[in-house]
Every structure is written in C-alpha cells, then in structure tokens.
C-alpha cells in the first residue's frame, strides 16, 4: 500500500499590496493561482467577490472599468441606496471586499482557457493568471443607433429603462424611438408613467390595425416616419426631427439599443448561447453555470435586463455555487489521495 500523502495547500501571502500564493513547505513565490478569479468589478462581479472573500478563498477582480450604467448619474430603484451615484457603490464595494483579502485589479481580460483542473485568463498588457474557477461578471455595452445626436443625451434623457428613469420624467412628454420588435413593449412599458407618449414606429415591422388601435386606444401617437436628429442644448434634448422635417418636442426619449455582451474572450470555447428577444447572450443555468466546467457568469454578460439589484443577487448565486464546487472538489480529492 503506497504511503498516504500529505495534502498541500496554498498559503496567502502577502507582500505590499500585491498577494502571492505559496505552497506549504516552499520558501519562494510561485505563479499566481487563485482559487476564483472574478472578470468584472461591477455589481455582479464586487458582489461575488465579496461571498468568496468572506469565505476564505483567494480571490482576484479583474475590472475593465467601464461598467454599464457609467452614464447615469443615479441609480434607483436599489434598496438602501436609492438616488446613490453609481462609481460610489463600486467604490464602497471595492473596500468591503479588501477586507476579505480579495486583491482587485484594473485589466482587460483577452482570453479565457481551461486547462485541466483550473482555468487561465490572459490579460491585456500583464501576466497571465490562473485560477480554479472564474465567475464572468464583464457586463455589456448598449450600441445606439447612429442617429446624430442620441449619443450625447445618452443616460439624462435618453433612456432605455422606465424602471430606472421614468419617476424622474413621469408626466412628461415621452418618446419611444424603436429599434426592433421589442420596441412594442417597450412602448406599452413607457405608457404607465406618462400620458403624453409618441412611439417612433419605424423600427418595427408593419403595424396590422389592431396593434394600432391597441395603442391608439391608451391616447399614444404613432409616428411612422424614422427619426433622423435628436436636438437639445448642452444639457437637454429638447426634441426630435424626422424623415419628412416635423419636428416633435419632448422631454426624453426611451429606445432599446443593441445589447453587446463583454464575452468575447470567451468564443474560442464554444460555450452554448441562446437566442433572446435582446441578443445572443451565454447560456447558463440558476447558478449561472456555463456549459464551462469551470465558468459561471453573471450579471448583464447574461441578463440585459438585469437591473443593480438582480446582478448583485446574480453575482451572489454564483459565488456560492463555485464556492460548494470548489469544497466538494477538495473533499473528492482528498478522499482519493490527489491532492488539492
């Protein structure tokens, strides 16, 4: 019978500000191995980190720095932080995870990589790092439309979620500019918080006359020409031209842009997707397990619709589910002599 082998397991250690691994027994560092590393230091990636941190893992944040909702001055709708500016819960969350020994880092991640029994990520301009583990938290980008003036009221008064924005413009004149399908319940969204709204239809396919005289009928205007000029001053829009000159003044205008998740790093897998309303988007199951044996994701990578609230629980759920996979991992190897 071989003799039992003594389990080896990483020590933190740190240096400065910078956290290394060693491995019991040896005097120098080693090549950084995490036991998660989180790709995205937004709500859903600063929530995760947070579950690990808290319990006892080695943890890395990888953080591009441009979260989603950068362009809004206010969040809403977030219990206990109602009107809060958006860079200053992040910047509360990086300081609750440094107290869990969670090491947070600004770098664009370029590649992901399974390899056996952890997972690789490559970073743009720095060395590689690796990991048991990696939760997927890199949200998305909205692409607007390319009409003149949209992108510059983007976030102030043009607005994408009535749930985030429309108590702040509720009763005024509202636009729905229409960018697919979807632009149809969008419209019928926007209509609770104003009785004054002009759906901008031609990025729908053909209306058949119930639909219109559905809309019609909650005192909506349908306007068929595209819109090809948003106007305003320095901080306002204050109206829209269309196709055939009218111009209509509003107040703020809703439309559903392009959502592009940050997963690119991520094709060369083949991860399963689906198909949604809203895009492509990572399939993943109610742990935001990807079809990845050692990927979750979680947050707006996966959910355009998720709102602060839902990535931060998003961002929870995985942390735990990665956290169970990593301790039944430890207990199956230490049952059968491997390691850890």
């Given at each position: 019978m071989p003799?039992?082998?003594?389990?080896?397991?990483?020590?933190?250690?740190?240096?400065?500000?910078?956290?290394?691994?060693?491995?019991?027994?040896?005097?120098?560092?080693?090549?950084?191995?995490?036991?998660?590393?989180?790709?995205?230091?937004?709500?859903?990636?600063?929530?995760?980190?947070?579950?690990?941190?808290?319990?006892?893992?080695?943890?890395?944040?990888?953080?591009?720095?441009?979260?989603?909702?950068?362009?809004?001055?206010?969040?809403?709708?977030?219990?206990?932080?109602?009107?809060?500016?958006?860079?200053?819960?992040?910047?509360?969350?990086?300081?609750?995870?440094?107290?869990?020994?969670?090491?947070?880092?600004?770098?664009?991640?370029?590649?992901?990589?399974?390899?056996?029994?952890?997972?690789?990520?490559?970073?743009?301009?720095?060395?590689?790092?690796?990991?048991?583990?990696?939760?997927?938290?890199?949200?998305?980008?909205?692409?607007?439309?390319?009409?003149?003036?949209?992108?510059?009221?983007?976030?102030?008064?043009?607005?994408?979620?009535?749930?985030?924005?429309?108590?702040?413009v509720r009763g005024r004149r509202l636009g729905v500019l229409t960018t697919s399908p979807i632009g149809l319940h969008q419209a019928q969204l926007i209509r609770q918080w104003s009785e004054h709204v002009v759906v901008f239809t031609a990025g729908l396919d053909a209306l058949d006359e119930a639909t219109r005289q559905r809309l019609r009928a909650r005192d909506m205007r349908l306007v068929g020409a595209p819109v090809t000029e948003v106007l305003g001053d320095d901080q306002q829009l204050r109206s829209v031209r269309t196709s055939d000159g009218e111009v209509i003044e509003l107040d703020a205008l809703f439309t559903a842009p392009e959502a592009v998740p940050h997963d690119g790093f991520l094709t060369h897998l083949g991860l399963e997707r689906g198909e949604t309303p809203m895009g492509s988007f990572l399939t993943v199951d109610a742990t935001g397990k990807t079809s990845g044996e050692r990927i979750w994701a979680a947050g707006n990578v996966v959910n355009p619709a998720a709102n602060v609230p839902m990535s931060i629980n998003a961002g929870t759920v995985a942390a735990g589910a990665v956290n169970m996979t990593l301790i039944m991992e430890d207990f199956d190897q230490a049952s059968t002599g491997a390691g850890v």
């Open positions: 003799a039992p082998r003594t389990l080896p397991f990483f020590l933190p250690v740190r240096q400065g500000n910078l956290p290394t691994l060693r491995r019991a027994g040896e005097l120098g560092p080693m090549t950084e191995r995490w036991d998660v590393i989180v790709i995205g230091g937004s709500a859903a990636g600063l929530s995760a980190a947070l579950m690990l941190g808290r319990a006892c893992r080695t943890v890395l944040v990888l953080d591009a720095g441009e979260p989603r909702n950068r362009f809004s001055a206010h969040m809403h709708g977030v219990l206990g932080h109602e009107g809060e500016e958006p860079a200053t819960l992040l910047a509360r969350g990086r300081r609750e995870i440094s107290a869990y020994g969670v090491e947070y880092r600004q770098g664009l991640v370029t590649e992901v990589t399974e390899q056996g029994d952890g997972v690789k990520v490559s970073v743009e301009g720095a060395d590689a790092q690796q990991a048991r583990a990696v939760i997927v938290a890199s949200g998305m980008t909205d692409r607007l439309p390319g009409i003149p003036g949209l992108a510059k009221y983007w976030g102030s008064s043009v607005l994408h979620c009535p749930y985030c924005h429309g108590w702040e």
